[in-house]
T-cell receptor, first 113, second 111 residues
Framework: NAGVMQNPRHLVRRRGQEARLRCSPM?????VYWYRQLPEEGLKFMVY????????ESGMPKERFSAEFPKEGPSILRIQQVVRGDSAAYFC???????????FGSGTQLSVL | QQQVKQSPQSLIVQKGGISIINCAYE??????FPWYQQFPGKGPALLIA?????SEKKEGRFTISFNKSAKQFSLHIMDSQPGDSATYFC??????????FGKGTHLIIQP
């Protein structure tokens, strides 16, 4: 049973470009969470999605950031017009119906030049 | 507002010793308190978790102690081993909300 798959592992973008981060949850998991981690910081909750629905986006910046979890395919975290402050590790986690037991992917390290 | 405060930020323990990491929370409605372990370049992995209806939970060398009245919980690693060297995060959650994490503790076990 494959774990949570995130790609790419590393993503380099120049300021102003768009970044797309993908997350395929574990088989049978319909709940997806995105977190951001800065060096020497804990993980900051960004958004919680179920298939085709955003349940809680209270941690998402109001501008430039969006997330989706379509009926088919992976969840996508999209960052438009990236700035240097967006450089961080972005982790996706999934859970079965019990949302508390989160299983994390290995993350995408975004570097903005 | 930081809802989960974790200490210490870093910790060095001799092999065979006891590692203790503490967390304090503010929201009394939190009802689930997990600890995650993270190795460099990897995502966090669930280590052990507790609910507020018990004061202690033990799994192998790992123990969570929970003090509801003080709004504190801690992780104890007995007989610490070099392979335990990692970053540890405490977290808390309420119902269907996402986890709120502490800032992490860098643990180094010296051989």
């Amino acid at each position: 049973n494959a774990g949570v798959m995130q790609n790419p592992r590393h993503l380099v973008r120049r300021r102003g470009q768009e970044a797309r981060l993908r997350c395929s949850p574990m088989k049978g998991h319909s709940h997806v969470y995105w977190y951001r981690q800065l060096p020497e910081e804990g993980l900051k909750f960004m958004v919680y999605l179920q298939k085709e629905n955003i349940i809680d986006e209270s941690g998402m910046p109001k501008e430039r950031f969006s997330a989706e979890f379509p009926k088919e395919g992976p969840s996508i975290l999209r960052i438009q017009q990236v700035v240097r402050g967006d450089s961080a590790a972005y982790f996706c986690a999934s859970s079965p119906r019990d949302n508390e037991k989160l299983f994390f992917g290995s993350g995408t390290q975004l570097s903005v030049l | 507002q930081q809802q989960v405060k974790q200490s210490p930020q870093s910790l060095i323990v001799q092999k065979g010793g006891i590692s203790i990491i503490n967390c304090a929370y503010e929201n009394t409605a939190f009802d689930y308190f997990p600890w995650y372990q993270q190795f460099p370049g990897k995502g966090p992995a669930l280590l052990i978790a507790i609910r507020p209806d018990v004061s202690e939970k033990k799994e192998g060398r790992f123990t969570i102690s929970f003090n509801k009245s003080a709004k504190q919980f801690s992780l104890h690693i007995m007989d610490s081993q070099p392979g335990d060297s990692a970053t540890y995060f405490c977290a808390a959650s309420l119902d269907a909300d996402g986890l709120t994490f502490g800032k992490g503790t860098h643990l180094i076990i010296q051989p």
